[in-house]
């Protein structure tokens, strides 16, 4: 196992030769208290980093899950630290859910997990183990785009599309919830999702109109 001292060659500037020096400082301690030099269990990546060019062996935790998203069930083993959004988009290659902040301020990974909508860079993917998840790709039922996305389109309700699919799959929320909002009532239910492009008008419109066809169709049937 490297000495501490081994550390000192490691580090760029001062500071991150102290923080380097903290981080294997500890595990030290941990390994000469549990008796291992092989680290299991959950560490940050910035630590796993300093003690991967230190030489110690880090070997991660997994854990394996099952989700079903979009109608198909998923069992992947992964790292207990993935995000949900991680999952949805390097995992399973659904790339329609966007990551805008990481800090679950703009929506734009917006999902339904279990009929709600969340912000899935929110949300561990070990925490959506069992659940049922739709994305924006399973939006969209027999070929035929769903009312909101339908909305979007006929309104106008993008310019770049960054912010869409969060806005698309908040906005199903709010009509699942509500099936005929006020403009209000629809601002209020996509606070949560910002769009730098197109100054929510036509968002709201296109909210309204995919109302509209909910409304419509429910009494066609
Ligand atoms: Fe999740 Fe912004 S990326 S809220
Ligand atoms: Fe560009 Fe909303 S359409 S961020």
Same mark, same amino acid.
């Given at each position: 196992m490297p000495k501490l001292q081994d550390t000192e060659k490691i580090g760029g500037s001062g500071h991150k030769v102290f923080n380097l020096k903290f981080q294997i400082l500890n595990f030290e301690i941990w390994a000469r208290l549990s008796g291992k030099s092989q680290l299991n269990h959950l560490i940050c990546p910035a630590t796993e980093s300093s003690l991967l060019a230190a030489g110690y062996e880090v070997e991660q935790m997994k854990k394996q899950i099952s989700v079903t998203v979009n109608g198909v069930t998923h069992q992947n083993e992964i @790292?207990?630290?993935?995000l949900l959004v991680q999952y949805i988009?390097?995992?399973?290659?659904? =790339?329609? =859910?966007h990551v805008g902040? @990481? *800090?679950?301020?703009?929506?734009?990974?917006t999902v339904m997990v279990d009929g709600q909508a969340v912000?899935?860079? *929110?949300?561990?993917a070990a925490q959506a183990d069992g659940s049922t998840v739709t994305t924006i790709e399973g939006l969209a039922q027999g070929g035929e785009l769903h009312p909101v996305q339908n909305g979007f389109w006929e309104h106008h309700?993008?310019?770049?599309?960054?912010c869409t699919p969060g806005m698309i799959m908040a906005a199903a929320q709010i009509l699942q919830r509500n099936p005929d909002p006020t403009d209000e009532e629809i601002r209020h239910g996509l606070e949560g999702n910002l769009c730098r492009? *197109?100054?929510y008008q036509n968002i709201v419109q296109a909210v309204q109109c995919a109302a509209k066809k909910m409304k419509s169709k429910s009494v066609a049937r």
């Open positions: @790292e207990p630290r993935l988009r390097d995992v399973l290659n659904l =790339t329609g =859910t902040c @990481e *800090t679950s301020l703009c929506g734009a990974c912000k899935s860079c *929110t949300m561990l309700g993008l310019q770049c599309g960054y492009c *197109t100054g």
